[in-house]
């Protein structure tokens, strides 16, 4: 029996917490993102203001469409300045929504 790509095993509780780290700012990322969490999410990536930002999304168990969304708006808010690592199950929904060429994803 496989696992589920779109949903982990029961992970940590959802948390997203800013890092300053030299010139840059870390976005980091745990639990689902979903239509509950989003908007948290949100808040915290719009509240980036460094030169660089990263979107850890590597403690991200589960993610929905929302979540993608949050994503995606990211991208259009911060342009260059952005730059996403995805845990495994975010790597398959970007896949399957053919946001892995466009979104501008780091190696793990």
């Known amino acids: 029996m496989s696992a589920d790509p779109l949903r982990g095993a029961v992970g940590?509780?959802?948390?997203?917490?800013?890092?300053?780290?030299?010139g840059a700012e870390r976005v980091i990322?745990?639990?689902?993102?979903?239509?509950?969490t989003g908007p948290m999410l949100d808040e915290q990536v719009h509240g980036a203001s460094a030169e660089h930002v990263v979107l850890d999304?590597?403690?991200?168990?589960?993610i929905?469409?929302?979540?993608?969304?949050?994503?995606?708006?990211?991208?259009?808010l911060l342009g260059d300045r952005l730059a996403v690592v995805a845990?495994?199950?975010c790597m398959f929904l970007f896949e399957l929504a053919?946001?892995?060429?466009?979104?501008?994803?780091?190696?793990?």
């Open 87 to 89: 845990s495994d199950c």
């Open 29 to 36: 990322v745990t639990g689902e993102v979903d239509l509950v």
């Open 64 to 76: 929905d469409s929302v979540g993608v969304r949050v994503v995606c708006d990211a991208f259009e």
């Open 12 to 22: 940590p509780p959802f948390g997203v917490r800013l890092v300053r780290e030299g």
């Open 98 to 108: 053919g946001l892995r060429d466009r979104l501008p994803l780091l190696e793990r």
């Open 57 to 62: 999304l590597t403690g991200v168990t589960f």
